[in-house]
Nanobody
Framework: QVQLVESGGGSVQAGESLRLSCAAS????????LGWFRQAPGKEREGVAT???????RYADSVQGRFTISRDNAKNTLYLQMNSLKPEDIAMYYC???????????????????WGLGTQVTVSS
């Protein structure tokens, strides 16, 4: 059973940075994708950044150039470095795992099979 536990959320001022972490366990295959998604109050969940087992990454246009997804395979941990945070980045951030063999890791939440419980990010202007 895949388990994902997010941490690192918090409250910051606009322009500041945060790094989210996702501790992952229970992988039984070397073929997978991992992703960060977010959901703001009253809005649908959206893909933020994803990475596949090859290391290919994808970003939402809204975070391109500000956020960086990475992983540490030795620590089984996924990261999201978020710089130049804006009030519109306020959301609950979720880590997700997909069993699919994706050449380009998808940003659609329906393509992911396991989810963490989320960590809250708040940005004040």
């Amino acid at each position: 059973q895949v388990q994902l536990v997010e941490s690192g959320g918090g409250s910051v001022q606009a322009g500041e940075s945060l790094r989210l972490s996702c501790a992952a366990s229970g992988f039984t295959s070397g073929i997978y994708s991992l992703g960060w998604f977010r959901q703001a109050p009253g809005k649908e969940r959206e893909g933020v950044a994803t990475i596949n087992h090859y290391g290919v990454t994808r970003y939402a246009d809204s975070v391109q150039g500000r956020f960086t997804i990475s992983r540490d395979n030795a620590k089984n941990t996924l990261y999201l470095q978020m710089n130049s945070l804006k009030p519109e980045d306020i959301a609950m951030y979720y880590c997700a795992y997909s069993r699919g063999n994706w050449v380009s890791p998808p940003l659609r939440d329906v393509d992911y099979d396991y989810w963490g419980l989320g960590t809250q990010v708040t940005v004040s202007s």
